[in-house]
Structures are given as C-alpha cells and as structure tokens.
C-alpha cells in the first residue's frame, strides 16, 4: 500500500542526546487527553454511529444463509462418503509411541543454557538501536497512511552505512512542511532539538526530538478557530501586532539561524507570517502576494531577508527590518514551487517553477544569471550540496533526480535516474555529508542516496574543494536585500 512522504528535513550529527526519554503520565494528564480527544472526535463518531445503524441493521449476510441450506440438503449418502461415525478413532501404523519420539530430545529450563540457541534475548540489540550514537544523523519524514499521519524519526550512519526508523510521533493533520531548530522557549536559554511542522490546519506544531512516544507537541503557533475575514480591507505589505495567525494550511516553514526565536511560515491564505517563538505569537504579517505562498527561505547569513515564492508566479525579496519599503519582486513563467538561497554566492539564489524550469539570479539584479529547463514537470526539490560548490540536485513530479553543475552559472546536467518512487514531492540534502541526499514520493517511503557512487558525479565532484560555511559576517555580501529599490519588479517569461 502507497504511503507518501510528503516532506523531509535532516538533523547534524552530535545534535540529538544519546538516550532520548521517554514520556511517562501521570493519571490526570492521561484523562486530559482523553477528553481532548473525545471531544475533537465526538461528533464525527455520532455521524459516523447513526449512519450505520440507518443502514446496518437491514443487512443480510448471503454467505451465512447460503451455508445453513446446504448442510441442511446434504444427503445421508453424502454424509457416509466422510465416515464420521469413526472420525476419532486413530490408525496405529506401528507400536511406535508419543513418548518414545520424544525420548531424544533434550529440555532446558532457560535459552541461557540451551548450548543451540547461540542469541540469548533480543534486549541488548534494541538498546543499541535506541541508543543515538555522535555519528548519527536524523532523519525525519512525514508520512501520510490509510489512517493515520506521522512523522517518522529515522537514524542514519554514514560510516556503519545504517539506515533505520528509531520512533515516530502521531501527527494530527497531513503533514507539508518540516523544519528543524534548536530555539528552546524556556527561560534557560538551552538549546533544543525540536522540529517546527506545517500541515493541512493552520496551526504550527513543534516536538521534541528528544522524547520518543510522545502524545502531544511542546508548543504550537496559531489556532484552528480562527476563521478567515471576508470583510473587504485595503491591504497593506506588512501587519504589525494585529495578526493572530493563519486561516489556512501551512505550505512550508523557514527558521532564522541568527535570531533563533523567529520562524517564518507560507501559508495557503496568501501571507508570510514571522513568529516570535519566545512569546508564542505572530510578530508581523506580510501580505504581498496575491495567491498561495508555496515556498519561503531566510538567508543563510543575513537576519533581516527572507525570500518567498508563490502560486501567483512571483517570487519577493523582503528586508524584514521594513518590508513595506524595502522588497524586491520577480515574475516567472510559472507558479514558484521552491525557493533556495545559495550559500557559497550569499547574494545568488534559485528558484524553481511547476513548469520545470529553474532560475539562478542575482538578488540585486533584474535579469537572471541562467535560466534552465530542468524537468518535463513541476520541480520539487531544489537542493545545492551542504559543501561541494556547484552541485545542484532537483527532484520533480517527472519522477527523475537530476543531477547539475551550475559552477560559473552555466549549468550542465550530470546524472539522471529514475527514482522508481513514483511523483517526488521532497528531496533534502545531508549537512555533514554533501553528497548525501534524502528523497521522498508517493511510494517506497524515504529514501537516502549517496550520489557519489555515480561516477559520472566523482568525475566532476570528487577533486572539487569542500567549503566548510563561515559565520555570517565573514561571509556574506552587503545587505542583500538593502541593497534592492524601493518596490522593483522583474518579469522573468521562458
């Protein structure tokens, strides 16, 4: 049966603790879900009650019926055909007793004494497994069953080549977007491993990954009561401290590595929303574009830009410091489908459209450095390698990864392959290992590929120096989006 991995994220090495815990309530908490649960459920489960027994209590089971007439048809000479009357009565073949076949065999009071049985008990073994080594990256998923969504914990080593699920978490929506971070809102100042994820509400979920079997997030942002406005406004670029949240599905999630506390949020109801993690609640609302808003990323160096794109063709540079003064807008020959900054050029980014074409540009330009037909389909995943400049892997609704060097911004494919996993909705490149790449699709579940197996990749990759990225300020150009006029806009038609 298809289970589709809607979204994938990774989590570096060393980041996770060693023993994760485990969830323990107490009584009152668990009656608390409970009744949380009942009364999210109930009247689905009263609907669900009366149609069956509007329809179930007039139903005839044929099989049953079918059977009782035949036994009943069944003739004496029919029945002689079985012998019955000495059904219980045992052939004896021989003088060969039970307990003669038997006499051999030897009897242990414990597997710790049966010399043949060389695998004790299975315990150490799934104490290894829940163990999470230095060497392990997670990597996490969300998957959308029959029944039930989830989000899937997987360990990888790169050194042990291991790759399995260590827990899952219930989810209670279909997942869409994943992002990790480490913004811990208690008053400690710790760091966390937590991972942000948007689904089909508008609601914004974030769970530990340090807490297997758990019930309920740490703490979510928005609310599913609040209902979208139909009264007509003038709408305006930026809403400061009146926003509650959004009204509709959460598409994707972009969390600021400079300033922990705030995550960015694309949402089906037109906006981009930065959340103040430490309070819990929106801090502005950027309203710019004039459809969905599929794709969103802060840069990698910068506090203040973040760049979104959208279903309305557009993708906008925002100076988050001013936004209604200060962003930049580009048109596209297509909805915008990803959006990623490149980290090794801090003023370059790319972005792709569902007509399978990627642009790079230059966020302080008009027209883009190259323009690229990369698939037949919508292009899913945009992923560059975390170290090795110039590598550039896309996924698409074709079903193909491809593989590019866009060194010198004159693309050049590398590898392509059929993925086998049916429509590729994900693909996400490992932080430690550039070469490493997870993939996800409307069948087989979550893949991992190490891309250097392909010799074709080790040909152009293998000598390729490995960046190791900076801190911000020594690396990054000056105020990307600072640096764009006031409200431009670029049209960009293939």
């Known amino acids: 049966m298809s289970c589709p991995v809607t979204c994938a994220a ?31 459920l109930g009247d689905d489960a009263d609907g669900s009650d009366e149609g069956q027994m509007e329809h179930g209590t007039n139903v005839a089971i044929p099989g049953r019926a079918k059977s009782s007439h035949n036994n009943e048809d069944l003739s004496d000479d029919e029945l002689d055909e079985y012998d019955l009357e000495n059904y219980d009565e045992e052939e004896h073949t021989g003088d060969l007793k039970l307990g003669d076949s ?29 163990l999470i080594k230095p060497s392990d990256n997670l990597v996490l998923c969300g998957r959308a069953d029959k029944d039930y969504c989830s989000l899937e914990v997987h360990i990888y080593n790169h050194e042990e080549n291991s790759f399995y699920v260590h827990h899952d978490i219930i989810l209670p929506a279909y997942p869409l977007s994943l992002e990790w971070l480490n913004f811990d809102p208690s008053p400690d100042e710790s760091l966390g491993n937590y991972v942000a994820v948007g689904n089909m509400t508008p609601v914004i979920d974030i769970w530990d990954l340090d807490i297997v079997e758990s019930l309920e997030p740490v703490f979510s942002l928005g609310s599913k009561k609040e209902k979208k406005k139909k009264k007509k406004v003038k709408k305006s670029l930026s809403s400061e401290g009146t926003v509650k949240g959004h009204t509709d599905a959460v598409l994707d999630l972009s969390w600021n590595k400079q300033s922990r506390n705030v995550l960015a949020s694309a949402s089906a109801d037109n906006t981009v929303i930065l959340w103040d993690m430490s309070v819990g609640k929106p801090a502005a609302s950027l309203m710019l574009h004039t459809d969905k ?61 569902e007509d399978g074409f990627v642009y790079c540009l230059d966020a302080r330009s008009d027209k883009p450095l190259f323009t690229l037909k990369a698939h037949d389909e919508e292009v899913s995943g945009l992923q560059l390698s975390s170290q090795i400049k110039g590598c550039l892997v896309t996924s698409s609704a074709d079903k193909y990864v491809k593989i590019w060097d866009i060194l010198g911004d004159r693309p050049s494919l590398i590898h392509s392959r059929d993925m086998k996993m049916g429509v590729l909705f994900c693909a996400a490149c490992c932080p430690d290992f550039p070469f490493v790449f997870a993939f996800g699709g409307e069948r087989e579940g979550l893949r991992v590929w190490d891309i250097s197996k392909i010799s074709a990749v080790n040909e152009v990759f293998g000598n390729r120096e490995r960046h190791v990225l900076a801190s911000a300020n020594s690396v990054a150009c000056s105020s990307v989006a600072g640096s764009s006029s006031n409200d431009v806009e670029t049209a960009m038609e293939s």
Request: hydrophobic share 30%; with cysteine; net charge negative.
């Open 10 to 40: 990774w989590v570096r090495c060393g980041v996770a603790k060693e023993t994760p815990d485990k969830v323990q309530l107490s009584e009152e908490e668990l009656k608390r879900l409970i009744e949380e649960a009942q009364d999210r």
């Open 102 to 130: 038997l006499a051999t065999l030897a009897v242990y009071g414990s597997n710790d004494h049966d010399p043949y049985i060389t695998l004790k008990t299975t315990d150490q073994y799934e104490e290894e497994d829940f």
């Open 293 to 353: 808003v599929q794709t969103l990323q802060f840069h990698p160096f910068e506090t203040q830009t973040l760049i979104s794109g959208s279903y309305d063709k557009s993708a906008v540079l925002y100076d988050c410091r001013n936004p209604q003064d200060n962003h930049r807008m580009w048109r596209f020959s297509g909805q915008v489908e990803r959006v990623t900054w490149n980290h090794f050029s801090p003023c370059n980014f790319l972005a792709s459209t």
